[in-house]
């Protein structure tokens, strides 16, 4: 005879968050990776210039360097006439002074030779056979130029502790020079996906067998935000094995079961986590995802998750996210809502803060859930609304906040 061991307890969504609060700390290891590789990674180290950005004064345009003085009144009709003493591309140093009356032809990038304080759009000249460049538009001093150290002063704090590295950031310390950065470790995460009917994709499936879902739904979120999935073997449903699986994963930042967290003869992450560490809850007021299981071993926090995919995945995405998060010190996720109409009334479960899926319809929230074993319950939703624990019916046509995935 199977033996049931009903969640006589639950606890809120808001405890349950709370409790993984305390546990759950951001990483302090680190490590050096290549600036290219580092888009989304969180510094760890101070990045200061150790030089001027732009390392000399540049042309901000192609044109020629002058003396922003010999150019005053200079018009299409009053031309100013200057000497050319030499032309300058990106790449070549300058070797001669533009005195009074000289000018330099110049491309974009490369340096103004001293002498000149100013650059005359090549398109405001014209300029003859024999050398002479005609003016036909004054500048002032400073124009068309981009001052060494105008963009990074050497010195200059260009990344502190803390900042998400993105295109704009990396291109920031490519521009000094800087190969490599220091970052957090990103947390890794052991996926471990329980049952002895569980099955891998790719293999043939037995009479009785599913397909594992859950590892792909989980490594997915986790990757999203910030974490190194680990996926573990499957461990059968039996304590030894369980704990033989426990002590496999000790040696990553989390471990995440799935499966195992029920009520059943089988359900064994409870006996297991309590045996070989602690539990701090077991069942949750929420729906789906009731049978989650949270708590300690040897240090270690311990997810586990429920077995029925869309638990698992909605679990993941209100329990999970956001201490994975503060676990490789990302800023706090902010997913869109938008406010529409419900196109159909639902009827809820009193007591059981809702999570329920919907998909956007002709401008209407529709309803998405089928059950908890059905991935279709969120593949084919667009995202999800609320719906509180003392809220037993939500009516057609009220409007919703709709949190999209």
Request: charged share 20%; proline share 8%.
């Amino acid at each position: 005879m199977t033996h049931m061991r009903p969640i006589r307890e639950t606890i809120t969504l808001e405890a349950a968050r709370e409790i993984i609060d305390r546990v759950i700390k951001p990483m302090e290891r680190t490590e050096r990776v290549r600036a290219d590789l580092a888009s989304g990674r969180v510094v760890s180290r101070a990045v200061e210039a150790q030089a001027d950005v732009p390392p000399f004064t540049r042309a901000a345009m192609d044109g020629y360097a002058v003396r922003a003085a010999d150019t005053v009144g200079a018009s299409t009709h009053e031309p100013r006439t200057l000497a050319r003493v030499e032309t300058v591309y990106t790449g070549q140093v300058p070797t001669k002074v533009v005195g009074q009356g000289q000018c330099t032809e110049i491309a974009t990038g490369a340096p103004v030779p001293d002498g000149a304080d100013a650059v005359v759009m090549v398109e405001e000249t014209d300029k003859d056979a024999g050398g002479a460049v005609r003016v036909f538009s004054p500048v002032y001093p400073g124009q068309n130029v981009t001052k060494q150290g105008a963009d990074i002063r050497a010195g200059q704090l260009v990344l502190a502790p803390g900042d998400v590295l993105n295109p704009s950031r990396i291109g920031a310390i490519a521009a000094l020079g800087v190969i490599d950065v220091e970052v957090y470790a990103r947390p890794r995460v052991a996926i471990l996906s329980t049952g002895n009917e569980v099955a891998e994709p790719g293999a043939p499936l037995a009479p009785g067998h599913i397909y594992d879902i859950n590892r792909f739904t989980l490594s997915a979120v986790l990757r999203d935000h910030g974490a190194v999935p680990v996926p573990y073997p499957t461990a059968p449903d039996t304590i030894p094995e369980l704990e033989r699986a426990i002590e496999a994963c000790s040696a990553e930042d989390l471990i995440l079961f799935s499966g195992g967290s029920s009520v059943g003869e089988r359900d064994l992450i409870l006996d297991v986590v309590e045996r070989m560490g602690e539990v701090l809850f077991h069942g949750i007021a929420v729906k789906p995802g009731k049978p989650t299981l949270f708590g300690t071993v040897a240090g270690k926090p311990v997810f586990g998750m429920p077995g029925y995919p869309t638990s698992c995945l909605s679990n993941a995405y209100m329990l999970l996210v956001a201490p994975v998060r503060r676990m490789a010190r990302l800023p706090e996720w902010t997913p869109r809502v938008i406010r529409l109409p419900l196109g159909q009334r639902i009827v809820s479960t009193t007591g059981r803060h809702q999570f329920y899926t919907v998909r956007v319809v002709d401008g209407q929230a529709m309803p998405a859930f089928k059950a908890s074993g059905d991935i279709t319950s969120m593949s084919q939703a667009d995202g999800y609304i609320e719906i509180p624990a003392q809220v037993d019916v939500v009516e057609k046509g009220e409007v919703v906040a709709l949190t999209l995935f």
